[in-house]
């Protein structure tokens, strides 16, 4: 889970000032978390209130994401998603917007199977991107995330995101200098899961996904949250990343790390 909160942070600083190397500081006073991390604790408070059937995952998304979300009105919510957010009636909207992605890494950690992955993904993605996109981009995301904590190797995981979501038919290097900011789950998912098989260590998966520019936040949120389930995160850049959460989502990543321990570095793979 802190890998996204962290990829986020990472990206905050060049999500409209792109840079597009790998060459940079990795977190320093110009960073700051916004929008992604807040909507992955506010997903992983609702998965801690969830029944063991999870029949009311959707419901407690939708409240876990109005009452975590609600006091940070400036942390960078797109149009609809705010009007959402602050809606005393809220109703999916039909986005295939990369929000979806971008908060759903908490549910590979709760899911004991792939299809339980996919239970949870889509409970927690429809309340609000109820279009296939947005729930394949969000379900890729977990899966992928899933497939890196329990055991699969980089070749399977890419095995299988390539024979059941996208085609991953370039490569960084390819897309560097074209590649331009996009919101859409289709336009963002598929880099940010290149940025991670093209990736040595968490830390190189990171620098990937600000690499190519876009949106850069988000990208790497969605890298890091798959890169932290793979390689686990150094004690180092941890500690530097929680000192940019406030005590209120701090208090929600220590409860959920409590029940979902967070995947430490393995300085193996």
């Known amino acids: 889970m802190i890998g996204a ?6 990206g905050s600083r060049f999500e409209w000032d792109n840079h597009r190397s790998k060459d940079f500081e990795l977190l320093i006073d110009k960073c700051f978390f916004t929008d992604d991390s807040v909507m992955s604790l506010a997903l992983c408070d609702a998965l801690l209130k969830s029944k063991p059937d999870r029949s009311d995952l959707g419901l ?4 876990s994401m109005q009452s975590v979300g609600r006091p940070y009105p400036h942390c960078g919510y797109g149009g609809r998603f705010y009007h959402w957010m602050y809606s005393d009636n809220p ?10 992605a971008m908060r759903v890494s908490g549910c590979a950690y709760v899911a004991a199977s792939l299809d339980e992955v996919k239970l949870l993904s889509k409970a927690v993605t429809e309340v609000t991107h109820d279009h296939p996109e947005g729930i394949k981009g969000a379900e890729a995301t977990a899966i992928a995330a899933f497939l890196a904590l329990t055991g699969s190797s980089m070749s399977e995981i890419q095995k299988y995101i390539t024979d059941n979501y996208y085609t991953l038919d370039f490569t960084l290097d390819e897309i560097r200098d074209s590649y331009r900011f996009n919101e859409t789950c289709q336009n963002t998912v598929p880099q940010a899961l290149q940025a991670f098989f093209e990736s040595v260590s968490f830390e190189d998966a990171i620098r990937n996904a600000i690499s190519i520019g876009g949106d850069s936040d988000t990208l790497a949120a969605i ?5 932290e389930a793979y390689y686990g995160v150094s004690q180092g850049i941890r500690a530097k990343a929680l000192s940019y959460l406030d ?8 409860n959920f790390e409590k029940k979902y321990p967070a995947k430490t570095q393995n300085t193996t793979v």
């Not at 109703?91 to 979806?100: E, K």
């Not at 890298?223 to 890169?227: E, P």
């Not at 005590?247 to 220590?254: C, D, E, G, S, V």
């Open 5 to 10: 909160i962290i990829g986020d942070i990472v």
């Open 223 to 227: 890298t890091g949250g798959v890169a």
């Open 91 to 100: 109703q999916p909207y039909h986005s295939f917007g990369n929000g979806a």
């Open 247 to 254: 005590a209120r989502l701090l208090a929600i990543l220590t």
């Open 60 to 63: 407690l998304a939708v409240n």
